[in-house]
Protein backbone atom coordinates (compact mmCIF):
# COMPACT_ATOMS: atom_id res chain seq x y z
CA UNK A 1 0.00 0.00 0.00
CA UNK A 2 1.13 3.58 -0.77
CA UNK A 3 0.58 5.70 2.06
CA UNK A 4 1.16 9.08 3.15
CA UNK A 5 1.63 9.74 6.95
CA UNK A 6 1.77 13.64 8.35
CA UNK A 7 2.14 14.97 11.74
CA UNK A 8 1.50 18.39 12.27
CA UNK A 9 0.61 21.49 14.42
CA UNK A 10 1.93 20.76 17.25
CA UNK A 11 5.75 21.30 17.05
CA UNK A 12 8.21 18.79 14.84
CA UNK A 13 5.59 17.90 12.17
CA UNK A 14 6.83 15.34 9.34
CA UNK A 15 5.78 13.44 6.43
CA UNK A 16 6.38 9.97 5.87
CA UNK A 17 5.74 7.88 2.97
CA UNK A 18 6.08 3.62 2.87
CA UNK A 19 5.26 0.85 0.71
CA UNK A 20 3.68 -1.95 2.71
CA UNK A 21 6.65 -2.89 4.89
CA UNK A 22 9.37 -0.33 3.19
CA UNK A 23 10.24 2.76 4.42
CA UNK A 24 11.03 5.14 1.37
CA UNK A 25 11.09 8.41 2.54
CA UNK A 26 10.77 10.31 6.06
CA UNK A 27 11.41 14.02 6.91
CA UNK A 28 11.02 16.77 9.33
CA UNK A 29 9.24 20.34 8.03
CA UNK A 30 12.35 22.47 10.12
CA UNK A 31 14.96 20.88 7.80
CA UNK A 32 13.71 22.66 4.84
CA UNK A 33 12.08 25.55 6.41
CA UNK A 34 14.67 26.42 8.68
CA UNK A 35 12.41 27.11 11.63
CA UNK A 36 13.50 24.90 14.31
CA UNK A 37 10.43 22.57 15.45
CA UNK A 38 8.42 24.24 12.75
CA UNK A 39 4.50 22.69 13.46
CA UNK A 40 3.26 24.07 10.02
CA UNK A 41 1.86 21.20 7.93
CA UNK A 42 4.82 19.55 6.00
CA UNK A 43 4.59 20.64 2.51
CA UNK A 44 8.00 20.81 1.93
CA UNK A 45 8.71 17.78 3.66
CA UNK A 46 5.55 15.99 1.78
CA UNK A 47 6.74 17.02 -1.56
CA UNK A 48 10.66 15.45 -1.35
CA UNK A 49 8.68 12.10 -0.02
CA UNK A 50 6.72 11.31 -2.48
CA UNK A 51 9.60 12.98 -5.18
CA UNK A 52 11.28 10.22 -3.47
CA UNK A 53 8.31 7.91 -3.96
CA UNK A 54 8.12 8.96 -7.43
CA UNK A 55 4.30 8.90 -6.68
CA UNK A 56 1.88 12.11 -6.80
CA UNK A 57 -1.24 12.55 -4.14
CA UNK A 58 -3.70 10.47 -6.68
CA UNK A 59 -1.76 7.35 -6.22
CA UNK A 60 -1.93 7.14 -2.71
CA UNK A 61 -4.07 4.80 -1.12
CA UNK A 62 -4.07 7.10 1.73
CA UNK A 63 -3.30 10.33 4.10
CA UNK A 64 -3.15 9.78 7.40
CA UNK A 65 -2.67 12.03 9.76
CA UNK A 66 -0.94 11.49 13.45
CA UNK A 67 -4.01 11.62 15.54
CA UNK A 68 -7.40 12.48 16.17
CA UNK A 69 -7.94 16.49 16.70
CA UNK A 70 -12.47 15.92 17.94
CA UNK A 71 -10.77 14.13 20.46
CA UNK A 72 -8.05 16.70 21.50
CA UNK A 73 -11.02 19.26 21.33
CA UNK A 74 -12.98 16.87 23.36
CA UNK A 75 -10.19 17.21 26.24
CA UNK A 76 -9.70 20.62 25.95
CA UNK A 77 -13.73 21.65 26.07
CA UNK A 78 -13.80 19.37 29.37
CA UNK A 79 -10.52 20.09 31.04
CA UNK A 80 -12.03 23.90 30.99
CA UNK A 81 -15.12 22.75 31.99
CA UNK A 82 -13.26 20.45 35.60
CA UNK A 83 -11.21 23.58 36.34
CA UNK A 84 -13.81 26.38 35.72
CA UNK A 85 -13.56 29.63 36.00
CA UNK A 86 -10.12 28.72 36.25
CA UNK A 87 -8.35 29.06 33.10
CA UNK A 88 -10.56 31.67 31.44
CA UNK A 89 -7.83 33.41 29.55
CA UNK A 90 -6.23 30.29 28.19
CA UNK A 91 -9.93 29.68 27.37
CA UNK A 92 -10.28 32.74 24.77
CA UNK A 93 -7.24 31.89 23.76
CA UNK A 94 -6.85 28.56 22.54
CA UNK A 95 -10.95 28.23 21.50
CA UNK A 96 -10.85 30.34 18.38
CA UNK A 97 -8.18 28.84 16.98
CA UNK A 98 -9.48 25.34 17.03
CA UNK A 99 -13.06 26.89 15.77
CA UNK A 100 -10.90 28.50 13.17
CA UNK A 101 -8.22 25.01 12.78
CA UNK A 102 -8.41 22.35 14.42
CA UNK A 103 -12.03 21.80 13.89
CA UNK A 104 -11.95 21.71 10.29
CA UNK A 105 -9.25 19.76 9.94
CA UNK A 106 -10.20 17.71 6.75
CA UNK A 107 -10.48 21.13 4.87
CA UNK A 108 -7.23 22.70 6.40
CA UNK A 109 -5.34 19.19 5.25
CA UNK A 110 -6.90 19.34 1.50
CA UNK A 111 -5.88 23.07 1.22
CA UNK A 112 -2.18 22.60 2.20
CA UNK A 113 -1.79 19.34 -0.08
CA UNK A 114 -3.22 21.54 -2.59
CA UNK A 115 0.41 23.19 -2.45
CA UNK A 116 1.88 19.92 -2.85
CA UNK A 117 0.40 19.03 -6.42
CA UNK A 118 -2.88 19.05 -7.91
CA UNK A 119 -4.87 16.15 -7.10
CA UNK A 120 -8.74 14.94 -6.92
CA UNK A 121 -9.98 15.43 -3.57
CA UNK A 122 -12.53 13.38 -3.55
CA UNK A 123 -10.67 10.00 -4.11
CA UNK A 124 -7.77 10.55 -1.10
CA UNK A 125 -8.75 8.52 1.66
CA UNK A 126 -8.06 10.48 4.83
CA UNK A 127 -7.51 8.55 8.51
CA UNK A 128 -6.95 9.73 11.78
CA UNK A 129 -5.66 6.99 14.23
CA UNK A 130 -5.45 7.79 17.72
CA UNK A 131 -2.06 10.02 19.12
CA UNK A 132 -0.44 7.03 21.00
CA UNK A 133 -1.39 4.45 18.38
CA UNK A 134 0.86 6.92 15.69
CA UNK A 135 3.45 6.07 18.27
CA UNK A 136 3.40 2.65 19.70
CA UNK A 137 2.74 1.84 15.71
CA UNK A 138 6.52 4.11 14.92
CA UNK A 139 8.20 1.62 17.56
CA UNK A 140 7.14 -1.81 17.02
CA UNK A 141 6.73 -2.24 12.99
CA UNK A 142 10.08 -0.85 11.89
CA UNK A 143 11.44 -3.43 14.90
CA UNK A 144 13.19 -6.65 14.54
CA UNK A 145 10.39 -8.66 16.74
CA UNK A 146 7.50 -10.60 16.00
CA UNK A 147 5.87 -9.33 18.98
CA UNK A 148 6.75 -7.28 21.97
CA UNK A 149 5.64 -5.05 25.21
CA UNK A 150 5.43 -1.52 23.57
CA UNK A 151 5.82 1.50 25.88
CA UNK A 152 4.79 4.94 24.54
CA UNK A 153 5.24 7.86 27.00
CA UNK A 154 4.81 11.57 26.30
CA UNK A 155 3.40 15.06 27.27
CA UNK A 156 -0.02 14.34 26.16
CA UNK A 157 -1.91 13.39 22.72
CA UNK A 158 -5.58 13.45 22.85
CA UNK A 159 -6.17 12.38 26.48
CA UNK A 160 -3.56 9.74 26.70
CA UNK A 161 -0.10 11.34 28.35
CA UNK A 162 1.62 7.29 28.35
CA UNK A 163 0.29 4.00 26.99
CA UNK A 164 1.72 0.03 27.17
CA UNK A 165 0.32 -2.19 24.35
CA UNK A 166 1.41 -5.28 23.01
CA UNK A 167 2.18 -5.97 19.68
CA UNK A 168 2.24 -9.64 17.78
CA UNK A 169 3.19 -9.72 14.02
CA UNK A 170 0.22 -6.97 12.32
CA UNK A 171 -1.58 -6.46 15.25
CA UNK A 172 -1.57 -3.99 18.26
CA UNK A 173 -3.38 -4.12 21.01
CA UNK A 174 -4.08 -1.15 23.85
CA UNK A 175 -3.66 -2.99 27.06
CA UNK A 176 -3.25 -0.03 29.69
CA UNK A 177 -3.40 4.30 29.56
CA UNK A 178 -2.06 7.17 31.77
CA UNK A 179 -4.32 9.96 30.85
CA UNK A 180 -4.44 13.61 31.31
CA UNK A 181 -3.46 15.91 33.35
CA UNK A 182 -1.24 12.84 34.76
CA UNK A 183 1.57 12.83 32.53
CA UNK A 184 5.41 12.19 33.06
CA UNK A 185 6.20 14.25 29.97
CA UNK A 186 4.35 17.46 31.14
CA UNK A 187 6.38 16.42 34.32
CA UNK A 188 9.32 16.94 33.49
CA UNK A 189 8.42 19.24 31.05
CA UNK A 190 7.59 21.67 34.10
CA UNK A 191 11.13 20.97 35.86
CA UNK A 192 12.55 22.39 32.00
CA UNK A 193 10.49 25.63 32.71
CA UNK A 194 11.05 26.00 36.35
CA UNK A 195 14.89 25.42 35.28
CA UNK A 196 14.95 27.87 32.26
CA UNK A 197 14.56 25.74 29.53
CA UNK A 198 12.14 26.50 27.17
CA UNK A 199 9.26 23.53 26.84
CA UNK A 200 9.06 21.00 24.28
CA UNK A 201 12.88 21.96 23.65
CA UNK A 202 15.00 22.33 26.23
CA UNK A 203 14.06 18.83 28.07
CA UNK A 204 17.46 17.83 26.68
CA UNK A 205 19.42 20.34 28.06
CA UNK A 206 17.99 19.69 31.32
CA UNK A 207 18.72 15.64 31.01
CA UNK A 208 22.65 16.83 30.44
CA UNK A 209 22.17 19.15 33.52
CA UNK A 210 21.09 16.67 35.92
CA UNK A 211 24.81 15.08 36.28
CA UNK A 212 25.96 18.69 37.56
CA UNK A 213 23.78 17.81 40.64
CA UNK A 214 25.62 16.58 43.62
CA UNK A 215 24.82 12.63 44.14
CA UNK A 216 26.07 12.57 47.45
CA UNK A 217 23.73 15.81 48.65
CA UNK A 218 21.17 15.71 51.01
CA UNK A 219 19.77 18.56 48.81
CA UNK A 220 19.23 15.71 46.10
CA UNK A 221 17.33 13.48 48.28
CA UNK A 222 15.02 16.06 49.87
CA UNK A 223 14.31 17.41 46.67
CA UNK A 224 13.62 13.86 45.51
CA UNK A 225 10.97 13.70 48.50
CA UNK A 226 9.45 16.63 47.76
CA UNK A 227 8.78 15.57 44.76
CA UNK A 228 7.44 12.20 45.63
CA UNK A 229 5.46 13.56 48.40
CA UNK A 230 4.09 16.94 47.38
CA UNK A 231 3.87 17.09 43.79
CA UNK A 232 3.42 13.44 42.34
CA UNK A 233 2.16 10.18 43.80
CA UNK A 234 3.82 7.09 41.40
CA UNK A 235 1.96 3.87 41.86
CA UNK A 236 3.85 0.56 41.37
CA UNK A 237 2.53 -0.30 38.13
CA UNK A 238 4.27 3.30 37.23
CA UNK A 239 1.25 5.09 36.94
CA UNK A 240 1.01 8.67 38.43
CA UNK A 241 -1.04 11.64 39.89
CA UNK A 242 0.40 15.29 39.36
CA UNK A 243 -1.19 17.50 42.23
CA UNK A 244 -2.88 20.25 39.80
CA UNK A 245 -2.46 22.58 42.72
CA UNK A 246 1.09 23.42 41.62
CA UNK A 247 0.67 22.85 37.89
CA UNK A 248 -1.16 25.50 35.65
CA UNK A 249 -0.28 23.44 32.62
CA UNK A 250 -3.95 22.60 32.09
CA UNK A 251 -6.07 25.57 32.36
CA UNK A 252 -2.91 28.05 32.08
CA UNK A 253 -0.65 29.88 30.10
CA UNK A 254 2.85 28.55 32.18
CA UNK A 255 3.44 25.44 33.41
CA UNK A 256 3.68 25.64 36.73
CA UNK A 257 3.14 28.11 39.35
CA UNK A 258 5.94 30.28 40.50
CA UNK A 259 5.83 31.26 43.45
CA UNK A 260 4.26 27.82 44.77
CA UNK A 261 7.36 26.17 43.63
CA UNK A 262 9.63 28.82 44.66
CA UNK A 263 8.74 28.17 48.33
CA UNK A 264 8.40 24.52 47.50
CA UNK A 265 12.19 24.53 46.61
CA UNK A 266 13.50 27.62 48.19
CA UNK A 267 14.84 29.60 44.74
CA UNK A 268 13.16 31.30 41.95
CA UNK A 269 12.51 30.10 38.63
CA UNK A 270 15.96 30.40 36.83
CA UNK A 271 16.07 33.29 34.01
CA UNK A 272 17.05 31.51 30.62
CA UNK A 273 20.64 32.07 29.51
CA UNK A 274 21.71 32.86 33.65
CA UNK A 275 24.33 30.69 35.21
CA UNK A 276 23.33 27.44 36.59
CA UNK A 277 24.08 27.62 40.92
CA UNK A 278 24.60 23.92 42.77
CA UNK A 279 20.38 23.74 43.60
CA UNK A 280 19.59 23.84 40.34
CA UNK A 281 21.74 21.45 38.91
CA UNK A 282 20.46 19.46 42.60
CA UNK A 283 16.98 19.62 41.44
CA UNK A 284 18.07 18.31 37.71
CA UNK A 285 19.06 15.53 38.95
CA UNK A 286 16.55 14.55 41.19
CA UNK A 287 13.56 14.76 38.78
CA UNK A 288 16.09 12.61 36.38
CA UNK A 289 15.99 10.05 38.89
CA UNK A 290 12.24 10.75 39.97
CA UNK A 291 11.80 10.43 35.84
CA UNK A 292 13.80 7.17 35.29
CA UNK A 293 12.02 5.80 38.57
CA UNK A 294 9.01 6.00 36.90
CA UNK A 295 10.28 4.82 33.31
CA UNK A 296 11.39 1.52 34.80
CA UNK A 297 8.10 0.56 36.74
CA UNK A 298 6.02 1.08 33.89
CA UNK A 299 8.45 -0.85 31.43
CA UNK A 300 7.93 -3.84 34.21
CA UNK A 301 4.25 -3.59 33.72
CA UNK A 302 5.08 -3.64 30.53
CA UNK A 303 6.75 -6.84 30.76
CA UNK A 304 3.96 -8.61 33.55
CA UNK A 305 1.54 -7.52 31.27
CA UNK A 306 2.49 -9.15 27.98
CA UNK A 307 5.11 -11.60 29.03
CA UNK A 308 7.79 -10.51 26.02
CA UNK A 309 11.00 -10.09 26.44
CA UNK A 310 11.30 -7.90 23.45
CA UNK A 311 10.18 -3.67 24.59
CA UNK A 312 9.71 -1.27 22.03
CA UNK A 313 9.76 2.63 23.07
CA UNK A 314 8.55 5.55 21.58
CA UNK A 315 7.24 9.37 22.62
CA UNK A 316 9.23 12.17 23.83
CA UNK A 317 10.38 11.01 26.92
CA UNK A 318 11.45 7.39 24.77
CA UNK A 319 14.46 10.54 24.00
CA UNK A 320 15.52 10.66 27.76
CA UNK A 321 18.33 8.25 26.82
CA UNK A 322 19.53 8.23 30.10
CA UNK A 323 16.38 6.86 31.76
CA UNK A 324 16.92 4.46 28.45
CA UNK A 325 20.41 3.04 29.57
CA UNK A 326 19.07 3.00 33.54
CA UNK A 327 16.33 0.94 32.05
CA UNK A 328 18.92 -1.72 29.70
CA UNK A 329 21.09 -1.83 33.14
CA UNK A 330 17.85 -2.92 34.95
CA UNK A 331 17.29 -5.85 32.61
CA UNK A 332 13.58 -6.36 32.73
CA UNK A 333 13.97 -6.60 28.91
CA UNK A 334 16.66 -8.71 26.66
CA UNK A 335 16.07 -6.81 23.94
CA UNK A 336 14.82 -2.90 23.34
CA UNK A 337 13.93 -0.70 20.06
CA UNK A 338 13.71 2.72 20.58
CA UNK A 339 12.19 4.65 17.32
CA UNK A 340 14.77 6.93 16.60
CA UNK A 341 12.35 9.63 16.10
CA UNK A 342 10.31 9.15 19.32
CA UNK A 343 9.07 12.44 19.40
CA UNK A 344 5.88 14.22 17.68
CA UNK A 345 7.77 13.69 13.96
CA UNK A 346 8.21 9.93 14.45
CA UNK A 347 4.13 9.72 14.38
CA UNK A 348 3.93 10.66 10.93
CA UNK A 349 5.98 6.89 9.81
CA UNK A 350 4.12 5.75 12.67
CA UNK A 351 0.56 7.09 11.29
CA UNK A 352 1.80 5.55 8.09
CA UNK A 353 2.05 2.15 9.47
CA UNK A 354 -1.19 2.11 11.56
CA UNK A 355 -3.57 2.33 8.19
CA UNK A 356 -1.02 0.11 5.99
CA UNK A 357 -1.29 -3.08 9.61
CA UNK A 358 -4.57 -2.61 11.04
CA UNK A 359 -6.51 -0.13 8.51
CA UNK A 360 -5.63 -2.44 5.68
CA UNK A 361 -4.95 -5.40 7.67
CA UNK A 362 -1.76 -5.86 5.15
CA UNK A 363 0.70 -8.87 6.68
CA UNK A 364 3.94 -7.72 8.18
CA UNK A 365 7.12 -9.57 7.10
CA UNK A 366 9.86 -8.81 10.37
CA UNK A 367 13.56 -8.42 9.61
CA UNK A 368 15.57 -11.18 10.55
CA UNK A 369 18.37 -10.70 13.42
CA UNK A 370 18.41 -8.57 16.38
CA UNK A 371 20.83 -5.72 14.57
CA UNK A 372 18.97 -5.18 11.29
CA UNK A 373 15.42 -3.06 12.17
CA UNK A 374 13.57 -1.66 9.23
CA UNK A 375 14.70 1.79 9.74
CA UNK A 376 17.67 1.94 7.57
CA UNK A 377 19.78 3.58 9.79
CA UNK A 378 17.19 6.10 9.99
CA UNK A 379 19.13 8.00 6.88
CA UNK A 380 15.54 8.43 4.94
CA UNK A 381 15.65 12.13 4.01
CA UNK A 382 17.57 14.05 0.93
CA UNK A 383 21.20 13.35 -0.27
CA UNK A 384 23.04 15.92 -1.86
CA UNK A 385 24.25 15.13 -5.56
CA UNK A 386 27.45 16.64 -6.98
CA UNK A 387 25.90 19.19 -9.05
CA UNK A 388 23.84 20.41 -5.95
CA UNK A 389 27.60 20.68 -4.13
CA UNK A 390 29.29 22.15 -7.23
CA UNK A 391 26.41 24.48 -7.91
CA UNK A 392 26.95 25.78 -4.20
CA UNK A 393 30.31 25.97 -4.51
CA UNK A 394 29.90 28.22 -7.86
CA UNK A 395 27.14 30.43 -5.90
CA UNK A 396 29.78 31.35 -2.83
CA UNK A 397 32.58 31.21 -4.77
CA UNK A 398 33.84 28.43 -2.79
CA UNK A 399 37.22 26.60 -2.96
CA UNK A 400 37.36 22.64 -2.93
CA UNK A 401 39.21 19.60 -4.10
CA UNK A 402 37.41 16.94 -4.73
CA UNK A 403 38.48 13.45 -4.31
CA UNK A 404 38.22 10.71 -6.53
CA UNK A 405 38.85 7.61 -4.05
CA UNK A 406 36.63 7.96 -0.99
CA UNK A 407 39.49 5.86 1.18
CA UNK A 408 42.14 8.47 0.59
CA UNK A 409 39.17 11.30 1.83
CA UNK A 410 39.19 9.28 4.65
CA UNK A 411 42.75 9.06 5.39
CA UNK A 412 43.00 12.91 5.25
CA UNK A 413 39.90 13.83 7.38
CA UNK A 414 41.35 11.15 10.28
CA UNK A 415 44.65 12.94 10.11
CA UNK A 416 42.92 16.40 10.35
CA UNK A 417 40.63 14.93 13.36
CA UNK A 418 44.05 13.73 14.46
CA UNK A 419 45.57 17.22 14.78
CA UNK A 420 42.67 19.09 16.57
CA UNK A 421 40.30 19.64 13.69
CA UNK A 422 36.80 20.31 13.57
CA UNK A 423 34.75 18.95 10.77
CA UNK A 424 31.47 19.33 9.24
CA UNK A 425 30.75 15.91 7.82
CA UNK A 426 27.46 15.21 5.23
CA UNK A 427 27.48 12.58 3.72
CA UNK A 428 24.49 10.48 1.97
CA UNK A 429 20.68 10.85 3.25
CA UNK A 430 19.57 13.05 5.91
CA UNK A 431 18.56 11.80 9.31
CA UNK A 432 15.30 11.17 10.55
CA UNK A 433 14.32 12.22 13.92
CA UNK A 434 16.71 14.64 16.52
CA UNK A 435 20.37 12.87 16.29
CA UNK A 436 22.55 13.62 13.85
CA UNK A 437 23.89 10.29 12.96
CA UNK A 438 26.94 10.91 10.50
CA UNK A 439 25.24 11.99 7.83
CA UNK A 440 24.81 15.54 9.06
CA UNK A 441 27.45 15.78 11.61
CA UNK A 442 30.14 18.20 13.24
CA UNK A 443 33.08 15.57 14.22
CA UNK A 444 36.10 15.60 16.28
CA UNK A 445 38.94 14.14 18.42
CA UNK A 446 37.53 12.41 21.28
CA UNK A 447 41.44 12.41 23.23
CA UNK A 448 41.76 16.24 22.90
CA UNK A 449 40.60 17.59 26.44
CA UNK A 450 39.93 21.14 24.78
CA UNK A 451 37.51 19.87 21.86
CA UNK A 452 34.54 20.21 23.99
CA UNK A 453 34.84 23.56 25.22
CA UNK A 454 35.93 24.42 21.43
CA UNK A 455 32.76 23.14 19.80
CA UNK A 456 30.41 24.14 22.30
CA UNK A 457 31.54 28.25 22.48
CA UNK A 458 33.23 28.52 19.31
CA UNK A 459 31.21 26.23 17.26
CA UNK A 460 27.68 25.42 18.67
CA UNK A 461 27.83 28.72 20.34
CA UNK A 462 25.99 26.78 23.67
CA UNK A 463 25.92 26.44 27.06
CA UNK A 464 29.58 24.78 28.14
CA UNK A 465 27.74 22.21 30.46
CA UNK A 466 26.54 20.18 27.29
CA UNK A 467 28.19 17.09 26.60
CA UNK A 468 28.76 15.45 23.04
CA UNK A 469 28.02 11.98 22.03
CA UNK A 470 30.74 9.72 20.86
CA UNK A 471 30.00 7.84 17.12
CA UNK A 472 32.34 3.96 17.76
CA UNK A 473 32.87 1.93 15.44
CA UNK A 474 29.86 -0.94 16.64
CA UNK A 475 32.69 -4.04 16.90
CA UNK A 476 34.42 -1.74 19.36
CA UNK A 477 31.66 -1.12 22.03
CA UNK A 478 32.51 -3.17 24.66
CA UNK A 479 36.04 -1.79 25.25
CA UNK A 480 35.35 1.47 25.37
CA UNK A 481 31.66 1.43 27.11
CA UNK A 482 30.51 -0.25 29.73
CA UNK A 483 27.87 -1.81 26.92
CA UNK A 484 26.24 -5.01 25.00
CA UNK A 485 25.17 -4.85 22.35
CA UNK A 486 23.85 -2.00 20.13
CA UNK A 487 22.74 1.53 20.29
CA UNK A 488 22.46 2.75 16.56
CA UNK A 489 20.43 5.94 16.93
CA UNK A 490 22.52 7.46 19.74
CA UNK A 491 19.18 7.13 22.73
CA UNK A 492 21.39 5.02 25.25
CA UNK A 493 23.68 6.47 27.79
CA UNK A 494 25.96 4.11 29.91
CA UNK A 495 29.60 3.94 31.46
CA UNK A 496 32.76 4.57 30.33
CA UNK A 497 34.90 1.02 30.47
CA UNK A 498 36.47 1.40 34.12
CA UNK A 499 40.24 0.61 31.99
CA UNK A 500 40.15 4.40 30.30
CA UNK A 501 38.50 6.19 33.34
CA UNK A 502 41.30 8.72 34.94
CA UNK A 503 41.49 9.30 38.67
CA UNK A 504 39.54 12.14 40.07
CA UNK A 505 40.20 14.44 43.14
CA UNK A 506 38.23 12.81 46.17
CA UNK A 507 36.17 16.01 46.17
CA UNK A 508 35.28 15.48 42.67
CA UNK A 509 31.42 16.04 43.69
CA UNK A 510 32.39 19.49 45.98
CA UNK A 511 34.07 21.05 43.03
CA UNK A 512 32.52 24.26 41.56
CA UNK A 513 30.48 23.61 38.33
CA UNK A 514 33.46 24.83 36.09
CA UNK A 515 36.14 22.69 37.84
CA UNK A 516 34.03 19.56 37.68
CA UNK A 517 33.52 20.06 34.24
CA UNK A 518 37.10 20.71 33.10
CA UNK A 519 38.49 17.97 35.09
CA UNK A 520 40.13 14.79 33.13
CA UNK A 521 37.69 11.88 33.84
CA UNK A 522 38.65 9.44 30.82
CA UNK A 523 41.25 8.95 28.02
CA UNK A 524 38.57 9.77 25.68
CA UNK A 525 37.61 12.96 27.75
CA UNK A 526 35.62 15.22 25.28
CA UNK A 527 32.44 12.47 25.17
CA UNK A 528 33.03 11.66 28.89
CA UNK A 529 30.49 13.46 30.88
CA UNK A 530 31.04 14.60 34.79
CA UNK A 531 29.62 11.23 35.91
CA UNK A 532 31.31 9.20 33.44
CA UNK A 533 28.61 8.53 31.04
CA UNK A 534 28.37 8.76 27.50
CA UNK A 535 25.13 8.58 24.67
CA UNK A 536 26.09 6.15 22.48
CA UNK A 537 26.14 5.77 18.89
CA UNK A 538 27.35 2.53 17.37
CA UNK A 539 28.41 2.81 14.13
CA UNK A 540 27.79 -0.17 11.58
CA UNK A 541 29.22 -1.08 8.08
CA UNK A 542 25.79 -2.35 6.82
CA UNK A 543 23.52 1.28 7.23
CA UNK A 544 26.32 3.45 6.72
CA UNK A 545 29.33 2.11 5.40
CA UNK A 546 31.20 5.66 5.30
CA UNK A 547 30.87 6.76 8.41
CA UNK A 548 32.34 3.45 9.49
CA UNK A 549 35.30 3.70 6.74
CA UNK A 550 36.08 7.39 8.39
CA UNK A 551 36.26 6.10 11.94
CA UNK A 552 38.10 2.98 10.63
CA UNK A 553 40.93 5.01 9.16
CA UNK A 554 40.79 7.13 12.60
CA UNK A 555 41.50 4.01 14.67
CA UNK A 556 43.85 2.82 11.98
CA UNK A 557 45.77 6.58 12.22
CA UNK A 558 45.22 6.03 16.04
CA UNK A 559 44.26 3.25 17.38
CA UNK A 560 41.22 5.22 18.66
CA UNK A 561 37.76 3.25 16.90
CA UNK A 562 35.68 6.94 18.90
CA UNK A 563 34.96 10.45 17.49
CA UNK A 564 32.98 13.33 18.40
CA UNK A 565 29.82 13.54 17.22
CA UNK A 566 27.69 16.52 17.65
CA UNK A 567 24.31 17.68 14.85
CA UNK A 568 25.95 20.06 12.60
CA UNK A 569 24.00 23.25 12.85
CA UNK A 570 24.21 25.96 15.44
CA UNK A 571 22.45 26.69 18.07
CA UNK A 572 18.92 27.31 17.49
CA UNK A 573 19.26 26.57 14.08
CA UNK A 574 17.84 23.38 12.52
CA UNK A 575 20.47 20.45 11.55
CA UNK A 576 21.45 21.25 8.17
CA UNK A 577 19.90 19.56 5.33
CA UNK A 578 21.08 20.75 1.27
CA UNK A 579 25.17 22.12 1.08
CA UNK A 580 23.95 25.49 1.17
CA UNK A 581 23.22 24.98 4.93
CA UNK A 582 26.11 23.55 4.76
CA UNK A 583 28.58 25.65 3.30
CA UNK A 584 26.98 28.82 5.35
CA UNK A 585 26.56 26.99 9.00
CA UNK A 586 30.58 26.06 7.99
CA UNK A 587 31.86 29.65 7.12
CA UNK A 588 29.36 31.31 10.24
CA UNK A 589 31.34 29.50 12.63
CA UNK A 590 35.25 28.48 13.77
CA UNK A 591 34.97 24.54 11.98
CA UNK A 592 38.13 23.82 10.33
CA UNK A 593 37.26 21.60 6.98
CA UNK A 594 33.95 21.08 5.34
CA UNK A 595 33.30 17.56 3.95
CA UNK A 596 30.76 17.15 1.51
CA UNK A 597 30.07 13.83 -0.31
CA UNK A 598 34.14 13.65 -2.00
CA UNK A 599 34.58 17.68 -1.77
CA UNK A 600 36.33 19.14 0.79
CA UNK A 601 36.63 22.64 1.80
CA UNK A 602 39.38 24.47 3.55
CA UNK A 603 38.60 27.21 5.99
CA UNK A 604 41.65 29.35 5.88
CA UNK A 605 41.49 28.90 1.61
CA UNK A 606 37.62 30.31 1.55
CA UNK A 607 36.81 33.67 0.46
CA UNK A 608 35.52 35.93 2.88
CA UNK A 609 32.05 35.91 4.54
CA UNK A 610 30.59 38.67 5.71
CA UNK A 611 27.64 37.49 7.31
CA UNK A 612 29.39 35.55 9.86
CA UNK A 613 27.23 36.62 12.96
CA UNK A 614 24.35 37.69 11.49
CA UNK A 615 22.59 34.01 12.68
CA UNK A 616 22.23 35.45 15.57
CA UNK A 617 19.57 37.35 14.81
CA UNK A 618 17.94 34.78 12.33
CA UNK A 619 17.61 31.98 15.01
CA UNK A 620 15.99 31.90 18.26
CA UNK A 621 17.88 30.39 20.88
CA UNK A 622 16.31 27.10 22.02
Known amino acids: MKILGISAFYHDSAAAVIDGDNIIAAAQEERFTRKKHDPSFPVHATKYCLEQAGWTIDELDAVVFYDK??????????????????????????????????????????????????????????????????????????SPYEDAAILTVDGVGEWATASICYGKGKDIKILKELRFPHSVGLLYSAFTYFLGFKVNSGEYKLMGLAPYGNPNSDRVKKFIKIIKTTLIDIKPDGSLWLNQEYFNYATGLRMVHDKKWEKLFGFPRRNAETDMNQAQSDLGMAIQKVTEEIVILMAKEAQRLTGSKNLCMAGGVALNCVANGKLVKAGVFENIFIQPAAGDAGGALGAAQVANYIYFKKERKVTNGVLIDSMKGSYLGPEASNKEIEIMARKTKAVYKKYDNFEDLCKYVAKYIDDGAAIGWMQGRMEFGPRALGGRSIIGDPRNSEMQEKMNLKIKYRESFRPFAPSILAEDVEDWFDHKGISPYMLLVQDVAEKIK??????????????????????????????FSARIQTVHEQTNPKYHQLISAFKKLTGCPVIINTSFNVRGEPIVNTPEDAYRCFMRTEMDYLVIGNYVFVKKEQPDWTEKDKWKDKFILD
Open 69 to 142: PLLKFERLLETYYSFAPKGFKSFITSIPVWLKEKMFLKRLIHEELAKVGLYNRKTVKLLFPEHHLSHAASAFYP
Open 502 to 531: KEVPANYHDLPQREKLYTVRSTIPAITHID
